[in-house]
């Protein structure tokens, strides 16, 4: 048998960030241009703040958006786009509605003349919306049959309780009982321009692509009303949360631990204590419960950042017999990392990993857009991505070792289980104390 080596892990390039273009419009709107030559295309993505919309309104909202104009259809829209090679489409979160799509360079100011006719004139045809909430409402139901849409439920709920975080997806009956006039009315108060975010990004020079959309956007005009998230509650650990979905066959594992904001002092060794744990396929969970003892195909862990707050989220599916034991691996590697120092090795590989991931996200028109954009939601440019690089290069082994005894020890998890309480209740009691809950 022949015993094959691996090469040392190659230095990682250095971080090079584009330069950005920024101006701020008269109507309030902050455009942020950054030229990437390497394909005819610019890529386009609005951000604008929907903290505490109604939910199954500003569902709806995203998907007839671009259901018609006083002067197009969505026929007439979709054609429009077509003819410079270009797409838009628009989605939410509870923090803000992001208006995605991309063209040919050539078509950016045809583009861009669609989003504002959109902008300023969706009229939400009662046709289009019955369809586009109907399909929604479908779609819907069917998440509320997957296992994993119910445990990230549950699991919601249990992390934010009253916060505006804890529900974020609507009813189906709530979704159908949307109309036009609510609609048309969410539009007039909430999609406005001040306090929003343009990234345009591409095979453009930036100063005329940022005349092109004040052109363009020059009538798209008013104040949303102010609205300010709470800040997300503290994490507080207690009995593990069992939800009964009865005859599965796999249980659904999910885990919540602190976490910090991307400004924070901890988060670059945070960022890397999570990779050791179970943050990419090389982490010790996955080596775990996924190559040592087959539990699971795919456990993941990650940071999740939000306006109102961050947290670190754990999650595998589990075969059903197996739920205790995968959950007792979780709770051990979590102990390990938090009480024992890494490996120097392994955490070289885990920073090498972080760093590359960071090149890799920036390699593209649409990653670099995606993170502009999404930075921008947080106050930030780009330039934080090369003082991020540089605290984890520069992130030590007693570092990470704080940052995994602070933020991952298992005491301070909340976890939830969805499964067959028939089958799992009694062996994950053996755990600790344990409570029912169901997902409404």
């Not at 995606?370 to 984890?392: P, V």
């Amino acid at each position: 048998m022949t015993v094959h080596t691996l090469p040392d892990l190659g230095p990682v390039n250095e971080l090079r960030v584009p330069s950005t273009v920024e101006r701020t419009l008269p109507n309030g709107l902050t455009v942020l241009a950054i030229r990437r030559a390497s394909v005819p295309l610019v890529e386009v993505r609005l951000r604008v703040p929907f903290a505490r919309t109604e939910l199954a309104s500003s569902s709806v909202l995203t998907q007839t958006l671009f259901s018609g104009t006083a002067t197009k259809s969505t026929v007439d829209i979709a054609a429009a786009l077509q003819s410079v090679g270009g797409a838009l489409s628009a989605g939410a979160d509870p923090d803000r509605l992001l208006v995605s799509g991309n063209a040919l360079v050539t078509g950016l100011d045809r583009l861009l003349d669609i989003m504002a006719d959109v902008l300023t004139g969706a009229t939400y045809p009662g046709d289009e919306v019955e369809t586009e909430r109907a399909r929604l409402a479908d779609r819907i139901r069917v998440a509320r049959s997957q296992p994993a849409h119910l445990a990230r439920v549950a699991l919601l709920r249990r992390i934010y309780g009253e916060h505006p975080y804890a529900v974020q997806t609507p009813a189906a009956d709530d979704v159908l009982a949307v109309d036009r006039e609510a609609l048309v009315a969410l539009h007039a108060q909430r999609l406005q321009p001040t306090g929003g975010t343009l990234v345009l990004v591409g095979d453009i020079d930036p100063e005329t692509a940022i005349g092109a959309a004040e052109r363009a956007l020059k009538g798209w005009a008013g104040e949303s009303e102010q609205v300010d998230l709470p800040p997300a509650p503290p994490l507080e650990s207690g009995p593990l949360t069992l939800v009964d979905r009865a005859d599965a066959v796999q249980s659904s594992l999910r885990m919540c631990l602190p976490a910090v904001p991307r400004t924070h002092a901890d988060h670059a060794a945070l960022q890397l204590a999570n990779l050791i744990f179970g943050g990419y396929f090389s982490s010790r969970w996955v080596e775990n419960i996924r190559e040592d003892k087959g539990y699971t195909y795919g456990p993941h862990s990650m940071i999740e950042h939000s306006v109102a707050g961050s947290a670190l989220t754990v999650s595998a599916e589990v075969a059903t017999g197996v739920t205790a034991p995968a959950m007792l691996e979780t709770i051990y590697e979590l102990g390990r990392l938090a009480t024992l120092p890494p490996k120097p090795d392994e955490l070289e590989q885990a920073r090498q990993y972080a760093l590359g991931t960071l090149q890799l996200g920036m390699s593209t028109q649409s990653g670099l857009a995606g993170l502009a954009s999404t930075y921008a939601g947080f106050g930030l440019r780009l330039d934080y991505l090369a003082e991020h690089a540089a605290r984890l290069a520069a992130a030590t082994v007693d570092d990470v070792a704080a940052a995994a005894a602070k933020y991952l020890a298992p005491a301070g998890a909340v976890a939830v289980v969805l499964g067959d309480a028939s089958k799992i209740e009694d062996s994950l009691a053996t755990l600790g104390p344990l409570v029912r809950a169901t997902v409404s």
